[in-house]
C-alpha cells in the first residue's frame, strides 16, 4: 500500500521566493495534518485538516504561511516569501478518524531557504 | 528527515540489551500517548501506543509502561538490534478535547556492535 506521499523531497530556494510543498495522504484517510521539524524546536503541528477543512491552524507560524486541501487526496503547504529561518524538513501525516487517532508520516521535505 | 536536537538526549546500548527510553509528558489530562521512532531521512513511524485506562502494553519486543502519577512513559526494547537506533519520540494527547498531539522533543538510540 502507498503511504503518505510527499514532493520535493528536497528543495533549495533563495529568500523570497514562493515555496510550495505537497502531500497525497493515504487513500481513505480524513485528516491530514502538516508538522515542521527543526533541530530547535523539534516536531511541531502547523496546521490539521479534518474532511478537507482546516480544523486548527493555531501552529501557522504568520501569514507568510498557507496550506489548503482542495480535496481528500492532496494538499499543499505554500511559503511566500521564505525566509532562512523557514528551513526545516516539513512532514505531511494523515490518519482515519480525528486528531486523537494514529497518524502516518510521509517521507518529509526538506526545505533550504539561502 | 533531520535529526532533531543539538542537545537531543541519547541512549548507547550494546547490541542484544535490554533499552529504556523514558519521556516525561506535560499535560495531566492527556489520555492517548504513542511512540514513534524516526529512522534517518525518513518520518516518524508508529511503534506502539498506550491509552491511560492501562499501566502496561506489550508489542513485539517492546513494551510501554504509564506512569500517571509522575506523568511518565518509558519505551523497554528487548534484545536491541542495529536496525532499532534511530530517534524516538512520545507524542500526548487528550481524545476528549479534541486535542491535537504534542511531541515530546525525542531521545536518540544508539546500538553498538
Known amino acids: 500500500d502507498a503511504g503518505v506521499i510527499q514532493s520535493p523531497r528536497h528543495e533549495v530556494t533563495e529568500m523570497g521566493q514562493e515555496v510550495t510543498l505537497r502531500c497525497k495522504p493515504i487513500?481513505?484517510?480524513?485528516?491530514l495534518f502538516w508538522y515542521r521539524q527543526t533541530m530547535m524546536r523539534g516536531l511541531e503541528l502547523l496546521i490539521y485538516f479534518n474532511n478537507n477543512v482546516p480544523i486548527d491552524d493555531s501552529g501557522m507560524p504568520e501569514d507568510r504561511f498557507s496550506a489548503k486541501m482542495p480535496n481528500a487526496s492532496f494538499s499543499t503547504l505554500k511559503i511566500q516569501p521564505s525566509e532562512p529561518r523557514d528551513s526545516a524538513v516539513y512532514f505531511c501525516?494523515?490518519?482515519?478518524?480525528?486528531?486523537?487517532?494514529?497518524?502516518?508520516f510521509g517521507p518529509g521535505t526538506r526545505l533550504t531557504v539561502l | 528527515g533531520e535529526s532533531v536536537g543539538l542537545h537531543l538526549p541519547t541512549l548507547s546500548v550494546q547490541e542484544g540489551d535490554n533499552s529504556i527510553i523514558n519521556c516525561a509528558y506535560s499535560n495531566s489530562a492527556s489520555d492517548y500517548f504513542i511512540w514513534y521512532k524516526q529512522e534517518s531521512g525518513k518520518g516518524p513511524q508508529f511503534i506502539i501506543d498506550i491509552r491511560s485506562n492501562m499501566d502496561k502494553r506489550q508489542g513485539q519486543r517492546v513494551t510501554v509502561l504509564l506512569n500517571k502519577t509522575v506523568k511518565h512513559l518509558s519505551l523497554q526494547i528487548a534484545a536491541t538490534q542495529p536496525g532499532d537506533s534511530a530517534v524516538y519520540f512520545c507524542a500526548e494527547n487528550n481524545y476528549n478535547y479534541g486535542q491535537n498531539f504534542v511531541f515530546g522533543p525525542g531521545t536518540r538510540l544508539s546500538v553498538l556492535p
Open positions: 501525516a494523515s490518519s482515519l478518524g480525528g486528531a486523537g487517532n494514529e497518524q502516518f
Open positions: 487513500s481513505g484517510h480524513n485528516s
